[in-house]
């Protein structure tokens, strides 16, 4: 799975360190789209990198981390040739969501691709953080996660629905799409993979 990427230059936030220290990640998406799991997910792919395919990648065993609802907000370091610091938020928190945005460097925003009937609040979400004007300067990896799962809409038709060409042209950010699932692993080597290339 390929990260398909709409702008090419790398860009760094021109806030100072905040108190999670630099190469701060926010993970953002509404309630249930498994943001959770994505990062527990992403977690288990680092120490099988070396030896082989982890959980999801072609080998190895395959069950699923267990992933409870975070009330507020999770710390997650994945430490891939230097840490990143996750910060994931509760899709309750979106009202506050703009508290944490001063020491943002990249961002990972979660839609269920499941789920078209909360298409809507998702593109309003996505809306609200590219024009924030603390967030200009991060790089966006649009994550359409749940792949494996039935759905009587393609995600193209997805993408098609909520204009997100138009969304991408118009934004000030680089911003880059992917189609995963946490649950089996599907594309997350490729998320990790640009998660290294914005933290170098």
Not at 29 to 52: D, Y
Not at 66 to 73: D, E, H, I, L, S
Not at 151 to 160: A, D, H, L, P, Q
Request: hydrophobic share 40%; proline share 6%; aromatic share 4%.
């Amino acid at each position: 799975m390929r990260v398909r990427r709409r702008r090419a230059s790398r860009c760094r936030s021109s806030e100072g360190p905040g108190p999670g220290g630099p190469g701060m990640c926010l993970l953002l998406g509404a309630a249930g789209v498994g943001k959770t799991l994505l990062v527990k997910r992403l977690q288990n792919i680092l120490p099988h990198r070396e030896g082989g395919p982890g959980p999801g990648q072609g080998g190895g065993r395959t069950g699923v981390p267990r992933a409870g609802k975070p009330v507020g907000t999770n710390l997650t370091d994945i430490v891939a040739h230097r840490k990143i610091t996750i910060r994931e938020l509760g899709g309750c928190m979106s009202p506050i969501w703009s508290s944490y945005y001063g020491n943002c460097h990249s961002l990972l925003f979660v839609m269920d691709a499941s789920n078209p009937t909360q298409l809507s609040a998702s593109c309003v979400q996505l809306l609200g953080l590219l024009s924030a004007e603390e967030l200009a300067k991060a790089s966006v990896l649009i994550l359409f996660n749940k792949i494996d799962l039935p759905c009587y809409m393609t995600v193209e038709e997805m993408k098609s629905i909520i204009r997100l060409p138009d969304i991408i042209a118009c934004a000030k950010q680089n911003i880059a799409t992917a189609e995963i699932s946490a649950r089996d692993g599907t594309g997350l080597a490729a998320v990790l993979l640009w998660l290294q290339e914005q933290h170098r």
